[in-house]
Nanobody, 123 residues
């Protein structure tokens, strides 16, 4: 089973991007999903997570107010709307599944990961 992330690209500071993650899982609607990112030479870091019903969300402090995570359980998709992008948002972004019903920050609890999509923000 693969999680397929898409929507990355190269943009200017202040622009927006919308990342999508296709998660064709029979149990997609039963578990929380998350987004993480990894910049070159840095550790993977948490970005956002959304609970199974799409109501509860959790964000890393630096993206609060700029990024919005959402999900469509019928389409088995999770999205990350990224506005007011900054050069420090440059990274490879990954979607992942965690077998919990509420949002989770800890990467070690996630058991399924996508292949990543590159986001590059220039100043």
């Amino acid at each position: 089973v693969q999680l397929q992330a898409s929507g990355g690209g190269s943009v200017q500071a202040g622009d927006s991007l919308r990342l999508s993650c296709a998660a064709p899982l029979r149990t997609f609607g039963s578990y929380a999903m998350g987004w993480f990112r990894q910049a070159p030479g840095k550790e993977r870091e948490f970005v956002a997570s959304i609970g199974k019903n799409g109501v509860s969300t959790l964000y890393e402090d630096s993206v609060k107010g700029r990024f919005t995570v959402s999900r469509d359980n019928a389409k088995q998709m999770v999205n990350l709307q990224m506005n007011s992008l900054k050069p420090e948002d440059t990274a490879t972004y990954y979607c992942a599944r965690v077998k919990r019903i509420t949002p989770v920050r800890q990467a070690g609890l996630y058991d399924l990961w996508g292949q990543g999509t590159q986001v590059t923000v220039s100043s």
